[in-house]
């Protein structure tokens, strides 16, 4: 027990460095955000009603594109180099490393998106009521984002030769998420709470099988390795 502890505590330490290292990664998800505002922002004009009619949709949208430019790097360099035969060896199962990773993943590229939101929502205009809202949609559906990038992940890891097949997987994935995390801004309080706990339904849906597939897309790969 202490030393499966030990060695899941390694990978977090492991992660939250490589992670720090690479904050470039970040800094190019943020620009390519913030840089797909501005062009909306630009092609439309400052026409406020229709910002506020289409602005969370396009918030979202940039947020799933965003989401794939870190695709390739989900799993695909620690299957290169080993790392994730090492830490199976060293007692963690492949669906403990995958859930290790989502949560730190979720945690760098995610949360900081939180900073960058309001900064969105005041280039488009869009009522400063809707923020709040904006905000919670997004920390549930930021987790299912992850998950699923996570997943298609580990697939590219079975189709090294194709990778737009993992964006693919992620855009269909994650409508349900874009639909849900739109509609709570825009529903009635009446029906807040019910969009909410259908979109935490989601989340936990993922979050649970996320690990598991990625656990098994691993241990194919690394056996046709």
């Given amino acids: 027990m202490k030393h499966n502890f030990n060695s899941i505590l390694a990978l ?16 190019s998800i943020a620009m390519f955000f913030l840089l797909g505002i501005l062009i909306f922002v630009f092609s439309i004009g400052d026409n406020k009603d229709v910002f506020n009619q289409i ?18 790097k ?11 035969i090492i830490f199976n060896l060293s007692g963690l199962s492949y669906e403990i490393i995958a859930l290790i990773k989502i949560i730190i993943i979720w945690f760098f590229i995610q949360l900081p998106f939180f900073l960058i939101i309001p900064i969105a929502v005041f280039l488009l205009n869009i009522k400063i009521i809707n923020i709040q809202l904006m905000l919670i949609s997004f920390l549930i559906g930021s987790v299912v984002i992850t998950s699923i990038t996570s997943i298609s992940g580990s697939m590219n890891l079975l189709n090294k030769k194709n990778f737009a097949i993992g964006s693919l997987i992620i855009m269909i994935l994650s409508i349900p998420v874009i639909i849900f995390g739109v509609s709570i801004v825009n529903t009635s309080k009446e029906l807040l709470n019910a969009q909410l706990n259908i979109l935490l339904g989601i989340m936990f849906f993922f979050l649970a099988i996320a690990p598991w597939i990625c656990g098994i897309c691993i241990k194919i790969s690394i056996q046709n390795k």
């Avoid at 977090?12 to 800094?27: A, D, G, L, V």
């Avoid at 602005?55 to 390739?72: A, V």
């Fill in 12 to 27: 977090i330490q492991r992660e939250i460095k490589i992670t720090y290292r690479n904050f470039s990664n970040f800094f």
């Fill in 55 to 72: 602005g969370i949709g396009i918030i979202w949208t940039l947020i799933l594109l965003s989401n794939t430019l870190s695709l390739r």
């Fill in 74 to 84: 989900f799993f695909q360099d620690d299957f290169d180099d080993n790392s994730l």
